[in-house]
């Protein structure tokens, strides 16, 4: 995908084989950062609309969002049931064990006291706030939501969370003539919007 988005960016390989290569990457890569969050996927959707702003096929955006937002479904529904297989077994899980590592107890408490207040809606915000997914998952899977629950507050919460890392995408291309300059103005807002709030929790604890 990387590749398929730089060369496409660059213009140097065919729009169809840019689509050919880009989507199924795309839906892969996703689902991967789903499961193991080491993925930037907001960059990735964001660099694919770049891309899809510049191409000449009508249906470009419309692809890069629906295969974005089914990805991420898809990913957030075999993460949670992995957990849930975690929270049922005697000894737990790998997958439980890096849920509870992803999710620290501050975040975890606040996950916990929305998810009480709010249910399941707290699932349509949790992918749009930065760190905020894991914890949410955390929390729904302490309170032994059901897996047919948490999806139908998973699934607006990804579609809203496609749409969002679209339109930055949209934007940074829509700012330039040449693809590549939208790419990186895209990867390094989806990144700061991604880790400042990491980097200012950890200001704060030093400075205290």
């Not at 993925?39 to 249906?59: E, I, R, W």
């Not at 990805?71 to 439980?96: E, H, P, Q, T, V």
Request: hydrophobic share 55%; charged share 15%.
């Amino acid at each position: 995908m990387i590749l398929a988005l730089s060369f496409g960016a660059l213009g140097v390989t065919p729009e169809s084989t840019q689509q050919a290569v880009g989507y199924p990457s795309l839906f892969l890569l996703i689902v991967l950062g789903a499961l193991v969050p080491v993925v930037p996927t907001g960059a990735l959707v964001s660099s694919a609309a770049v891309v899809a702003v510049h191409q000449t096929a009508p249906l470009s955006l419309l692809m890069v969002f629906g295969v974005s937002a089914l990805a991420a479904f898809l990913g957030d529904i075999a993460l949670y049931w992995l957990g849930r297989r975690g929270m049922r077994s005697k000894n737990g899980s790998r997958w439980l064990a890096a849920i509870r590592d992803r999710a620290p107890e501050d975040r975890l408490a606040q996950a916990q006291a929305k998810l009480a207040d709010h249910g399941v809606l707290v699932l349509v915000l949790s992918r749009l706030v930065p760190a905020g997914r894991i914890p949410v998952m955390l929390a729904c899977l302490m309170a032994k939501m059901p897996l047919r629950e948490f999806a139908r507050g998973d699934a607006p919460a990804c579609l809203a969370w496609a749409l969002t890392y679209q339109l930055i995408g949209i934007l940074g291309g829509s700012l330039f003539k040449e693809p590549w300059e939208g790419v990186v103005v895209a990867v390094a807002l989806t990144v700061l919007i991604s880790a400042g709030p990491a980097v200012w929790r950890k200001v704060r604890r030093t400075a205290s």
